[in-house]
């Protein structure tokens, strides 16, 4: 008799499709660390590719004067290891609105097949008091066409 708790079963791996923002990036031969794979840190930079891409795309335009988005936390699942040379698929999406904050949901995939899967938890900040602020009306209307469906 095994006295363990039964493990959680694990969620299926994100798809490409599933991310209404996608971006394609090299793996670079900086990327890698000693054990000649891309290291951990670096899944965090292609994150922020394609986080970055999506909020300066022109169709996005979430700026609101007097205010920013800064990120307060990031949960990265490594799934996968990634090799040089190559290129990474980075899928990107809102998860949720929360009162000051919002989510991002994105993954990282090498030839269709996701290597990493990550959460960033953003908020909005107003920029004289540096203190969080309720998110407006317009960021989230702007913000809505990138939300994920069914994630």
Known sequence: MNDQPARPARKPAPQLAEYPHRVTDNIRFGDLDPQ??????????YFETGRVAMFRNKDLGIGVPGLTFVMVRMEVDYIKELNWPGTVDIGTGVASFGRSSFKV????????????????TLVCMDIKTRKATPLPEEAIARLSPWKLQGV
């Open 36 to 45: 000649g794979h891309v290291n951990q840190a670096m899944f965090l930079t």
């Open 105 to 120: 949901s994105q993954a990282i995939f090498r030839d269709g097949v996701c290597a990493s899967a990550g959460q960033a």
